[in-house]
């Protein structure tokens, strides 16, 4: 493996970044295969580094350290996990400045809020290391006098993780941190165009003194012979997923001859609805901070946004004046709060989406067209978007906000359920009733009402319908992690 010095010399601590895959407490920085894959910088081209191009072989002998491992670290008491990961929560949160340099390098998005990816990440390590201890079970009145009922929860067993490029480190933590917490080992897959994140959590975990096996990263580029190992293999009990519906689709298939445990979190197409009462200046930064995070490469951000009539242009003229005010760039530049697309076949298709919404009638206020240099792309605003263009049945992934009209509250309901989709759903408005009966009309696993960040480790993320199933974080994402036994005793 090689690191450049377009990595390291960002870096106060370079030896965070490690020499290879981590596999049973060792680090892998040879190949099987003889193979290596560059990780390189999306703002500026640059190669960051060459990573062993770990496959099924590798894989397999994760998998074999993690079954190995997890009996004895389920043997351990809850307080006996949580002080681990406590201890991991402490070095993530010590090495914040580092952890955010890594990502914004291989990933592009802009410094502070690769930052903030960071703590977002660390929180989840800390809430489940508290969950640790409070994973109860239940008694119950037996059937008859000589029967005693109890019920326990155990973990699993060892859990496949593969996990996005557009928030490397959190989305890790996220499936790492209820694992860990009940017992759980694991085997994580990084999307090949961001390994680096991953493989820094590695050396905060080695450093954390975790017993080996514990947590293994295979990175690679070959994801399906990856992806299917980790779903046919019998000693894995569960796989959790977050990516698009389609890939999520294929893992299920590999994993029903095993009746494979999942979570899934797959692709949106999130609705932002503006009623006539909304407060337009709050709806406007919401509709910035949603859409806008991580150039729009989020699978809750703001897909479809619709503004009722009477409140439409004054909306449309505010949103346009505050994305003037976005700066696109390089995401180490200060002042920088746009970034680029992760690769050029992203800025294609964003590209495309834009060029059907135009040819259908659409009109562009502002951006619409990539910058040529690399793979930014500048803000953008379409208006007179309607249902018939792909950008209203598509996720768009890069940073354009369409705008479409409505008139009733009836039809932002029904424009707004009319997708496949059911993951994140925003909209503003200040009437009581309103309020209540929209939220509770929407099909989404989750509704911001009067906000545009609705993330958070102590509420349940995920989605219906064809985005997924599952929750990560709060007390129900240690659910998914865990099997549920009953005991039946006879006195």
Known sequence: MTLTAALTDKLKDPSLVAAG?????????????????????????????????????????????AYAAQPGWAAKSAKQRADKMKKLFQLMVENADDLATILTLEMGKPWAEARGEILYGASFIEWFAEEARRVYGDTMPGHTPDVRISVIKQPVGVVGTITPWNFPNAMIARKLAPALAVGCTVVCKPA???????????????????PAGVFNVVPGTDSAAIGQELCSNPKVAKISFTGSTNVGKILMRQCADGIKRMSMELGGNAPFIVFDDADVE???????????????????????????SGIHDAFVSRLKEKMADLKLGNGMEKG??????????????VTELVGDATAKGADILMGGA?????????????????????IAREEIFGPVAPVFKFETVAEAIELANATEFGLAAYFYAKDISKVTKVAEALEYGIVGINTGMISTETAPFGGIK?????????????????NIKYLCLAV
């Open 336 to 349: 920088v709060n746009l970034g680029p697309l992760i690769t050029d076949k992203a800025v294609a298709k």
């Open 466 to 482: 064809q985005s997924g199933f599952g929750r990560e974080g709060s007390k129900y994402g240690i659910e998914d992690y865990l």
């Open 282 to 308: 709050a709806a406007v930064d919401g509709a910035i901070a949603s859409k806008f995070r991580n150039a729009g490469q989020t699978c809750v951000c703001a897909n479809r946004v619709y503004v009722q």
């Open 21 to 65: 895959g981590f596999i049973n407490g060792k680090w892998n920085t040879v190949s099987s295969r003889g193979k290596v894959f560059r990780v390189d910088n999306p703002a500026t081209g640059e190669v960051l580094a060459q990573i062993p191009d770990l496959s099924t072989h590798a894989t397999r002998d994760a998998i074999d350290a």
């Open 370 to 390: 990539p910058t040529g240099e690399r793979t930014f792309y500048p803000p953008t605003l379409l208006v007179g978007a309607t249902k018939d263009m792909r």
């Open 192 to 210: 090949a165009e961001t390994p680096l994140s991953a493989l820094a959590m590695a050396r905060l975990i080695e450093r954390a003194g975790f």
